[in-house]
């Protein structure tokens, strides 16, 4: 079964760093395009990051900079370094595997919060 | 970058009603869009990619059609499993873009 179970979320002071983890299982992340979605409470889907199966990365303005999407292959994990964060950061960020370019399969999503 | 328009953005349906949803570009995209529903405290869920292909699992009555800048989601016959937000999504050019959200309310 394919399957995506994001965690590393929680509460962190503006300016902070976090790293959000994507495990997945029944595919291999590295074959695939892997991107990062997000969520703002009570908000419409943001588009993140997407890391290509050949290894480039993209970023939307508003975390350029400041996020870093990456892959461990060996682990199967996808993830997302979070730093510089701010109030606007905060959101439920799921990971979703893009087929064709469409996202076939999200996982649960984990809720980030950057409050004082 | 490509903003995606959705119309309504709130829609209240009676069961077994037809509900139609658009998305247009503010330019063309081919058939490059693509529409999922999410359901209250659920992750988006795939319906239709590439404007009208349609997906394993997701029930017959939804369908896609359309090309360049307009694109219409439909529902045949609501059932009240069906209420959710729905969204458009672009993946013509970088930055894929979402459009703003469609919710849909069973009367």
């Known amino acids: 079964e394919v399957q995506l179970v994001e965690s590393g979320g929680g509460l962190i002071q503006p300016g902070g760093s976090l790293r959000l983890s994507c495990a997945a299982s029944?595919?291999?992340?590295?074959?695939?395009?892997m991107n990062w979605v997000r969520q703002a409470p009570g908000k419409g889907l943001e588009w993140v990051s997407v890391?290509?199966?050949?290894?480039?990365?993209y970023y939307a303005d508003s975390v350029k900079g400041r996020f870093t999407i990456s892959r461990d292959n060996s682990e199967n994990t996808l993830y997302l370094q979070m730093n510089s964060l701010r109030a606007e950061d905060t959101a439920v960020y799921y990971c979703?595997?893009?087929?064709?370019?469409?996202?076939?399969?999200w996982g649960q999503g984990t809720l980030v919060t950057v409050s004082s | 970058d490509i903003v995606l328009t959705q119309s309504p953005d709130f829609q209240s349906v009676t069961p077994k009603e037809k509900v139609t949803i658009t998305c247009r570009a503010s330019?063309?995209?081919?058939?490059?869009l693509h529409w999922y529903q999410q359901k209250p405290d659920q992750s988006p869920r795939l319906l239709i990619k590439?404007?009208?292909q349609s997906i394993s699992g997701v029930p017959s009555r939804f369908s896609g059609s359309g090309s360049g800048t307009d694109f219409t989601l439909t529902i045949n016959s609501l059932e009240a499993e069906d209420a959710a937000a729905y969204y458009c999504?672009?993946?013509?050019?970088?930055?894929?873009?979402f459009g703003q959200g469609t919710k849909v309310e069973i009367k």
């Open positions: 029944g595919f291999t992340v590295s074959d695939n395009n």
């Open positions: 330019q063309s995209i081919g058939s490059s």
């Open positions: 999504h672009q993946s013509s050019s970088l930055p894929w873009t």
């Open positions: 890391i290509y199966s050949g290894g480039n990365t």
């Open positions: 979703a595997r893009g087929v064709s370019r469409a996202f076939d399969c």
């Open positions: 590439y404007a009208s």
